[in-house]
């Protein structure tokens, strides 16, 4: 080694199946303490066939990753550096191809006496799914300008490859694996798969441009097969309704569709609402962590800024403004400024009066809405007009007063009040304190009368949340001929009924009703067999307001009541299994521990709640086939293929156990003369089924013994000529053949002479080498015939005494399953011809048939075939014993005519 360059390398190829993609594989493994290893890390990207080929060294298991690829990697180890190159295709075999590493320690750890290991790592975990085709060794430096192209030069060699692909493509000059070829046809290795639409016509079929939907084509992959992928987001100015998830990932799928997109996107707000108040001048305080955002969704905080404040009537509760699709939602109250505190006009003349239960100087007392009560203070009088004045604060000023006071002089009567329209209602009088009484008797200075709400249609518009306000009643007085003030009270109409409230009877919804008064509040949450699918709400406060009830946000689904239905055996969840509510995921999956296996590739599924019903379950689990169904096949005359069985002549070598949905093609033993019951003689290459594929299909639940697809094809045993050749060697017969056989097939009409002297066979060169040929091969297929004639000089005879009416002039003997119809010898004497073999069906099994004349005697006896061995069943579940022997002899009593045999289930199985 010492005259050979530094470090060593090697070079492997493998096929790797599906399996590979999804889990962790490792393809060398140094075995040293530092475990030095070439990793393949299944790629994040869900794509099948696209795999991280990397390097992995050290105790701390450090990954440096290379590239993502498929079809084989080199890799150059000398004593600082670790050169790794992926490659597919020959023009990529250059030193570009791999990227170099310098990896700490590796010369001490690598030169230790030691055992590589390939396919798996040194403890025979992590090991490769699929078939290692080369690899080569060098103890010395590899050249990859040289020697890679070399080595896979050799590899197409040795597969008999005529082009190299691995794009996922079949390209001009490629060939393809599996592609409508036989197994003997197969020499390229490769994965095609069908191309997805191009880019545009898939931006065109869901209307990326009207929907303002684009890609991020520097994140995505360019190409279109299966494993590609784009990157979806919304146009500039435009923003997804899902705000936490801004892009989506669509990918070429293996069936040659793009996965349809989710995205929706949305128009963003002008300006973020902060400068939007100010450019209104709004009297709002804006925050929250979104206050400078203005994008589709965005939520912000609203309340009023200090020396403003709401209106009485309206609930001082968190309010929130949110941009849906390019405009701001409406806050849904003002902002009004405080007033100062009203003036002191002395109190010698005036007496000014608060709202009951309002206290000076606090925020109640000067803001939006509230007012002040003022009359003289007697010996002063109003000077005309209203005999007291009610002032109020209106956006940070207080109302003028109308009165004025002094010594007074006699007033003027006041006219007949006019009663308000409804739902207002007059509730007492100062001529009747307990009621309304007559308008009419009003009309001296001083009188009054109060006016209310009617309770059983609406309330005072300052109510809120509930409560009853304290200015629920305006006074309304006679002063210097006047009813002043005028009626400012606002009654507000009360909501519609319970049965009106919104989910009052709708299934799945709680309600706590309060009534249906202005500023009530009900509460609506989902029941016990619900639960809500609104975004952190799950109990939701309904306010009657201005005669109508707030729409609520609050939407229950449906719980699961149980879980879903499972077969007997076969399947178990998997992870959580008590969460039932809408939307809930249950995983289920196979079994493989009893040996269940999934009779697709989709080994999971995840079953999800929807509004009280699981998803429909599509996985199927089953055990896997057994062997003794193919065995018996194979001793039954018929030839197995299937990459599955590596040696189809040797039923020993089968699999002990074979997949669900494995398929194997089933074919006649042309080797030993069988053929499909439907052959045509005549035109042999147009049989129809010659081969048939079996699918297993698992074992089945109700009997266990079906696991194969039943073979529907009939194989039939060729037929000897040897006795019907004697006959044609008979000058007075002539035979006209017509059969298919080993060497072809022919319709001829050999003499005696050809027949007795055969020609020599022809050369198994050509498509029918029987054609040209004069002679009767030693075996013929089933359905070849022979058409027997007396020759010229020969008459028809009577086959016995008794025989009446016309003679038969001809008979025609098939070969059917292995056997010839007996010859009747309808010429005159013949010399003896051997009786065919059958075998007895009578227990008489022997009678003297004598020739008389050239024609064999009646035979009394019933003849018919052996039956074939009694099929092997399963030990574990059937017991089959022979209760009745057959008529065939000691020998053949097993399985003659009249056999009998009682097949019952073992201890522990039922029929089914």
């Given at each position: 080694m010492a005259a050979l360059a530094p470090g060593w390398s090697f070079f492997i190829y493998v096929d790797v199946d599906g399996e590979t993609t999804t889990r962790r594989t490792v393809l060398f493994d140094s075995g040293t303490d530092s475990r030095f290893q070439i990793v393949i890390e299944p790629w994040p990207l869900r794509a099948i066939g696209k795999m991280k080929i990397g390097v992995q060294e050290g105790e701390n298991r450090e990954r440096r990753w290379m590239r993502r690829g498929s079809g084989g990697a080199t890799v150059k180890i000398e004593r600082q550096e670790v050169m790794v190159h992926i490659f597919r295709e020959l023009q990529e075999l250059t030193p570009q191809g791999g990227r170099l590493l310098v990896l700490k320690d590796t010369t001490a750890s690598l030169n230790q006496t030691e055992k590589f290991t390939i396919g798996c790592d040194a403890d025979d975990f992590n090991c490769l799914h699929g078939d290692v085709r080369l690899v080569t060794i060098r103890f010395r430096s590899f050249d990859p300008k040289t020697e890679v192209p070399l080595a896979v030069n050799d590899l197409n060699y040795i597969l008999g490859r005529t082009a190299i692909c691995g794009n996922g493509i079949v390209e001009p000059g490629e060939e393809?694996?599996?592609?409508?070829?036989?197994?003997a046809e197969t020499n390229c290795a490769c994965n095609c798969r069908k191309l997805c639409p191009p880019w545009g016509e898939y931006m065109e079929k869901y209307q990326f441009h009207d929907k303002h939907v684009t890609a991020d084509y520097a994140a995505g992959t360019e190409g279109r097969t299966a494993g590609d992928y784009r990157v979806l987001m919304c146009m500039p100015g435009y923003s997804s309704t899902r705000r936490y998830r801004k892009k989506e990932i669509v990918y070429c799928e293996p069936d040659g569709q793009w996965t349809p997109p989710e995205t929706v996107c949305k128009k963003d707000c002008a300006r973020p609402y902060r400068e939007e108040v100010i450019r209104q001048n709004l009297s709002y305080w804006v925050g929250g962590p979104e206050v400078n955002e203005k994008t589709h969704g965005t939520i912000v905080k609203v309340h009023c800024k200090g020396g403003a404040e709401v209106t009485i009537s309206i609930p001082r509760v968190e309010r929130t403004v949110k941009?849906?699709?390019?405009?701001?939602?409406?806050?849904?109250?003002?902002?009004?400024?405080?007033?100062q505190e009203y003036p002191d006009?002395?109190?010698?003349?005036?007496?000014?009066?608060?709202?009951?239960?309002?206290?000076?100087?606090?925020?109640?007392?000067?803001?939006?809405?509230?007012?002040?009560?003022?009359?003289?203070?007697?010996?002063?009088?109003?000077?005309?007009?209203a005999?007291?004045?009610?002032?109020?604060?209106l956006h940070g000023q207080w109302t003028p007063r109308t009165i004025v006071c002094e010594y007074g002089c006699a007033a003027a009567p006041c006219s007949q009040y006019d009663a308000p329209p409804p739902p207002y209602l007059i509730l007492r009088t100062s001529r009747n304190p307990h009621g309304s009484g007559r308008l009419a008797d009003l009309v001296s200075q001083r009188d009054w009368l109060e006016v209310g709400c009617n309770p059983k249609e609406a309330v005072p518009a300052c109510r809120k949340e509930g409560v009853d306000c304290l200015a629920s009643t305006q006074l309304i007085w006679c002063l210097a001929g006047h009813w002043t003030p005028e009626l400012h009270l606002k009654c507000i109409y009360h909501c519609p009924g319970f049965d009106e409230f919104p989910l009052a009877k709708t299934l799945g919804y709680k309600v706590t009703y309060t009534g249906n008064k202005h500023?009530?509040?009900?509460?609506?949450?989902?029941d016990e067999t619900h639960n809500s699918v609104t975004p952190n709400v799950t109990r939701e406060t309904v306010r009657c307001e201005y005669g109508q009830y707030q729409t609520p946000r609050l939407t229950c689904r449906s719980k699961c009541l149980e879980s879903p239905a499972l077969p007997r055996e076969g399947m178990h969840f998997v992870g959580d299994t008590e969460n039932n509510n809408h939307g809930a995921i249950r995983s289920i999956a196979c079994d493989t521990d009893n040996g269940f296996q999934p009779m697709t590739g989709q080994a999971t599924e995840d079953l999800v709640c929807l509004d009280g019903h699981w998803s429909p379950r599509t996985l199927e689990c089953k055990r896997g086939c057994g062997r003794d169904y193919l065995v018996s096949l194979r001793k039954a005359n018929y030839t197995l293929r299937s990459p599955?069985?590596?040696?189809?002549?040797?039923?020993?070598?089968?699999?002990?156990?074979?997949k669900p949905m494995t398929v194997v093609s089933v074919g006649c033993d042309t080797g030993r003369g069988y053929r499909s019951s439907r052959l045509d003689v005549i035109n042999p290459l147009a049989v129809e089924q010659e081969r048939i594929n079996i699918t297993c299909l698992g074992e089945s639940s109700f009997d266990p013994n079906i696991q194969w697809d039943m073979v529907t094809l009939e194989c039939a045993a060729s037929c000897p000529t040897d006795a019907l050749q004697k006959v044609g060697r008979d000058p007075r017969y002539s035979e006209e053949w017509t059969y298919a056989s080993n060497i072809g097939h022919t319709s001829i009409t050999p003499t005696p002479q050809e027949l007795r002297n055969p020609p020599p066979l022809p050369d198994a060169k050509g498509p029918n080498p029987a054609a040209k040929w004069r002679g009767v091969p030693d075996f013929v297929y089933h359905n070849s015939q022979v058409r027997i004639q007396c020759a010229e000089g020969s008459t028809p005879r009577a086959i016995n005494a008794s025989s009446i009416g016309p003679l038969a002039s001809e008979e025609i003997l098939k070969c059917q399953f292995g056997f010839c119809t007996p010859h009747l010898g309808l010429c005159g004497q013949l010399s003896a011809i051997p009786f065919p073999l059958l075998f007895v069906h009578s227990e008489e099994n022997h009678e003297e048939i004598v020739c008389l004349d050239g024609l064999w005697g009646g035979r009394t006896l019933e003849f018919s075939k052996h039956c074939d061995p009694f099929p092997m069943l399963s030990i574990e579940r059937y017991k089959a014993e022979m209760v009745k022997g057959g008529t065939g002899g000691q020998a053949f009593r097993d399985r003659s005519f009249g056999a009998e045999y009682e097949v019952t289930c073992q201890k522990g199985f039922f029929p089914s």
């Open positions: 393809c694996d599996g592609v409508d070829k036989t197994e941009c849906i699709d390019g405009q701001y939602t409406i806050p849904g109250f003002h902002c009004e400024a405080y007033c006009l002395g109190q010698m003349m005036y007496m000014v009066k608060l709202p009951p239960g309002v206290y000076p100087n606090s925020p109640e007392s000067l803001q939006h809405m509230t007012y002040r009560n003022i009359t003289c203070v007697e010996p002063h009088a109003p000077a005309g007009g005999s007291y004045s009610v002032v109020y604060c500023g009530d509040s009900s509460t609506v949450e989902c599955t069985l590596l040696k189809p002549d040797q039923p020993g070598t089968y699999p002990m156990s074979f």
